[in-house]
């Protein structure tokens, strides 16, 4: 947090005396609700700057953007958050260096992830890659745009390309395995007609691995284990004990397609995810799980609806049924060696639906049935527009396979944030409610007042 606070007071300092941009961002919010726990989308997907029970938060962000030439630019950013109900009250939010170049784009440190579909989306990015925790610290390479492999035609008609990302990342200290790494790497294949239509198709690939294990000791590290750990193979030797399947680090990924078509007045998007965890969902196995989802962006903006967003989120086969190898797929839980499972700081880093018990140090809901809907817009008169984000979502949770709820559980939550009023600084309203079949209602309120210089 210290060196974080060193960057932002040398990135204003640049500014002041030279000819880099900079911009910033302060930002300070009071909340509460009629139990001591917020409402769900009061705290889920706030990039895990606020807890369940957060009173008062505030953060600062700065960063400073420096152009070599058209092609070419490095960005520096850092930012320091306060949460009163965090055990670290002043955190860093966010310390990173991103340099570009063309179609490369290389990140060192912690930044905080770009917001997608207007953020209507449960989940942002995928089913596995949700803005529900902090971000994790390490390096990103990556494709800033796609990558053309070859021309369909003369004169723009259409191309054939990709998009790719190589990330390593470290996990926290405090966790069952301390100090644990992820894997992460991406390569989707891109068609563009050059009318307005494409097809985006790929995987995304997860692992845990390394650390040290209260139970196993120092876990494999090693180059030939990296390797091993990139392709997905079994550990051999170095295989964890217990392990009954005697593959390296503990592994997760998801089969994506994305097909969007842009007509005159909106933009169309297709979603979906399958996702995996082991032999049994890579295969198919384990279908229908995944997200399914539609988003419609009209190019008409400042009216009461912009964008509508629909997502379903299925994950109660698990591989079960399956005749062959790897059942029971257990999503986001790792019973072998990683029991603090797909988290960070106790908080879900996937879609946020699923459930973490902190004292278990375990998932206790993975098995639901999920609808989210999101609408986006903005209310006013010819001379002021105040945006607004309106969230909700229906779930029937199940528990896990090995632990069922009994009965079922049925959820409904809804959130609202509205620009309210806007001039020297901004003010932003947030309402939220929950509706358990099995607890009392939660409502909730807050507000924030943000400054961008």
């Known amino acids: 947090m210290y060196r974080s606070f060193l960057l932002l007071i040398t990135l204003i300092s640049f500014n002041a005396y030279s000819q880099l941009r900079f911009s910033g961002e302060a930002v300070m919010l009071v909340q509460?609700?009629?139990?001591?726990?917020?409402?769900f989308w009061m705290y889920h997907n706030k990039s895990g700057r606020i807890?369940?029970?957060?009173?008062?938060?505030?953060?600062?962000?700065?960063?400073?953007?420096?152009?070599?030439?058209?092609?070419?630019y490095l960005e520096v950013g850092a930012g320091i958050a306060f949460n009163n109900r965090e055990e670290k009250k002043i955190f860093d939010d966010e310390a990173y260096a991103q340099f570009s170049y063309n179609w490369l784009r290389i990140t060192a440190g912690r930044k905080q992830r770009e917001e997608l579909y207007n953020g209507l989306s449960a989940t942002n990015e995928n089913i596995l890659w949700s803005m529900n925790a902090r971000p994790l610290p390490g390096l990103q390479i990556e494709t800033s745009r796609p990558i053309t492999l070859f021309r369909l035609g003369d004169f723009n008609e259409g191309n054939?390309?990709?998009?790719?990302?190589?990330?390593?990342?470290?996990?926290?200290?405090?966790?069952?395995?301390?100090?644990?790494?992820v894997h992460h790497k991406s390569l989707h294949l891109v068609y563009n007609n050059g009318e307005g239509f494409k097809i985006k198709s790929g995987i995304q690939h997860f692992a845990q691995w390394g650390g040290t294990s209260p139970e196993h000791g120092k876990?494999?590290?090693?180059?030939?284990?990296?390797?091993?750990?990139?392709?997905?193979?079994?550990?051999?030797?170095?295989?964890?004990?217990?392990?009954?399947?005697?593959?390296l680090g503990n592994h997760l990924g998801s089969y994506e397609l994305y097909i969007t078509k842009d007509f005159r007045k909106m933009e169309v998007q297709l979603i979906y995810n399958h996702i995996f965890e082991d032999g049994s969902g890579s295969r198919y196995d384990n279908f229908p799980d995944g997200r399914y989802g539609i988003f419609i962006d009209l190019k008409e903006k400042d009216r009461l609806i912009e964008s509508v967003l629909y997502e379903l989120f299925y994950t109660k086969n698990q591989g079960q049924y399956s005749t062959g190898p790897h059942k029971n797929d257990a999503y986001f839980n790792h019973y072998q060696t990683y029991h603090s499972g797909w988290t960070y700081?106790?908080?879900?880093?996937?879609?946020?639906?699923?459930?973490?018990?902190?004292?278990?140090?375990?998932?206790?809901n993975n098995?639901?049935?999920?609808?989210?809907?999101?609408?986006?817009?903005?209310?006013?008169?010819?001379?002021?527009?105040?945006?607004?984000?309106?969230?909700?979502?229906?779930?029937?949770?199940?528990?896990?396979?090995?632990?069922?709820?009994?009965?079922?559980?049925?959820?409904?939550?809804?959130?609202?944030?509205?620009?309210?009023?806007?001039?020297f600084f901004d003010i932003n309203l947030e309402l939220g409610g929950e509706y358990k079949s099995d607890g009392n209602p939660l409502y909730g309120a807050g507000i924030s007042l943000i400054k961008k210089f």
């Open 345 to 364: 700081n106790k908080r879900i880093l996937g879609v946020p639906f699923m459930v973490y018990d902190a004292e278990l140090n375990r998932v206790v």
């Open 32 to 39: 509460g609700g009629t139990e001591e726990e917020l409402p």
């Open 51 to 72: 807890s369940q029970t957060t009173n008062s938060a505030a953060r600062v962000t700065g960063r400073a953007f420096y152009s070599f030439n058209n092609s070419a």
């Open 219 to 247: 876990q494999p590290e090693g180059i030939a284990d990296y390797l091993r750990i990139f392709a997905g193979r079994d550990g051999g030797d170095n295989a964890v004990s217990g392990d009954q399947w005697n593959v």
């Open 160 to 181: 054939i390309g990709f998009e790719a990302s190589l990330n390593e990342y470290f996990l926290e200290k405090d966790r069952h395995v301390s100090n644990a790494r």
């Open 367 to 423: 098995k639901f049935l999920a609808h989210h809907f999101g609408i986006s817009g903005s209310v006013g008169d010819y001379y002021n527009n105040y945006p607004y984000k309106l969230l909700a979502s229906y779930s029937r949770n199940e528990g896990t396979v090995e632990r069922r709820y009994n009965p079922k559980q049925d959820v409904f939550f809804w959130g609202l944030e509205m620009l309210v009023y806007k001039d």
